[in-house]
């Protein structure tokens, strides 16, 4: 994959019909908090009410089309310094890299923006070799099993955490 393909910028709502063909597929939302988008009208509603006025929701573009998202929500009061990370590209696009280079290019700027943050953390399930690789690619550090710790698509899960912390470097 040519890394000069991949861009990241904020949704919009031209996006509609690329993010639907993602979204609507349930390989791809197998592990995220949300299900699978069904119309054009529900992938409308939650680019508005939820993509777009999301404080760091970044879409993973591919020459321009939507193919996937980042995600970085900061915390606030005391737990301003850390972060949630996460990520999702269609299935058409797995294997290529396409997720890595988006992280790559998500770090630098997701610190420049929020100066009080220290960490970004990332969940992921057991089962999500795919997601691993990815956060151990770009230089994330797996820090420990948590048992019986997410709630996903009617199940508690057990999870790994994985943390990135200012100064790190990207690999």
Known sequence: MDSSRVSLRPFKLSDVDDFLKWASDDRVTRYLRWNSVTSREEAWTYLDKVAIPHPWRQSICLDDCSIGYVSVKPESGDSRCKAHVSYA???????????????RMAIPRVFDQFPELLRLEALVEVENKGSQRVLEKVGFVKEGLLRKYGYCKGEIRDMFIYSFLLGDMVL
Do not use: R, S
């Open 89 to 103: 590209v269609g299935a058409g696009h797995w294997g290529q890299g396409i997720a890595t280079e988006a992280l």
